[in-house]
């Protein structure tokens, strides 16, 4: 399985951006797809996350209302649509994949068995 994200890029604050992460080799059944970001000097923090045990997207707080997960099995890509953007959107975006999940809730960051190589967004004020 290769990840790879893009879209990422330079945005004005109030912009908006698509990421896409195209999964090759991913089979898109029983799946947890999500998208972290990591700011310099900062941890990575999960974003998003979408599963197909009942399709329902989440979000961490301070992307909810701005930002959408969505999936394209015909394409076999993953998007993350911004919307609203704000400088402390500014970090690398990273994908990543796991295949036979079967649970409602997000997998742990370390349960993510593919990654992608990260897309950089930086949004200036």
């Known amino acids: 399985v290769q990840l790879q994200a893009s879209g990422g890029g330079l945005v004005q604050a109030g912009g908006s951006l698509r990421l896409s992460c195209l999964a090759s080799?991913?089979?898109?059944?029983?799946?947890?797809i999500g998208w972290f970001r990591q700011a310099p000097g900062k941890e990575r923090e999960g974003v998003s996350f979408?599963?197909?045990?009942?399709?329902?997207?989440d979000y961490v707080d301070s992307v909810k209302g701005r930002f959408t997960i969505s999936v394209d099995k015909s394409k076999n890509t993953v998007y993350l649509r911004m919307n609203s953007l704000k400088p402390e959107d500014t970090a690398v975006y990273y994908c990543?994949?796991?295949?036979?999940?079967?649970?409602?809730?997000?997998?742990?960051?370390?349960?993510?068995?593919?990654w992608g190589q990260g897309t950089q967004v930086t949004v200036s004020s």
């Open positions: 990543a994949a796991r295949g036979l999940w079967f649970g409602l809730s997000c997998p742990e960051t370390i349960e993510y068995t593919s």
């Open positions: 979408i599963g197909s045990a009942d399709g329902n997207p």
């Open positions: 080799g991913f089979i898109f059944d029983k799946y947890a």
